[in-house]
């Protein structure tokens, strides 16, 4: 099993910086993918943006392209969402995830890391909130 805790959420005015964290636990061994995904009020699970463990290869969403930074450090086995220009569209709980499952690697692992898959990776933390004012 892995564990997953965020941390680094809060308000800011648009325009403004945040730096998410989240700390890795358990059976880290068997994950080969993480990501971020947000969900919203109303809406559904938004992938933001996912990284490769093995090789740091990234995906992003189009929305967050050039704004947003995923990258991981191995030693403090945390994942990092560095998140540029803010805007009001960006404000939602952002949760933080793990792909582990051997079927869906087998199936490549482009396309098991995909932003689009990040809301189904079987791993979430409990997420964190992020609230971008105008």
């Known amino acids: 099993q892995v564990h997953l805790v965020e941390s680094g959420g809060g308000s800011v005015q648009a325009g403004g910086s945040l730096t998410l964290s989240c700390e890795v636990s358990?059976?880290?061994?068997?994950?080969?993918?993480m990501g971020w995904f947000r969900q919203a009020p109303g809406k559904w699970r938004e992938g933001v943006a996912s990284i490769v463990l093995d090789n740091a290869t990234t995906y992003y969403a189009d929305a967050v392209k050039d704004r947003f930074t995923i990258s991981q450090d191995n030693a403090k086995k945390t994942l990092y969402l560095r998140m540029d220009s803010l805007k009001p569209e960006d404000t939602a709980m952002y949760y933080c995830a793990a792909e582990t499952s051997p079927a869906t690697q087998a199936l490549g692992v482009s396309w098991a890391c995909r932003v689009g898959r990040i809301g189904d990776f079987p791993h979430w933390g409990q997420g964190t909130q992020v609230t971008v004012s105008s």
């Open positions: 358990g059976d880290t061994a068997s994950s080969y993918c």
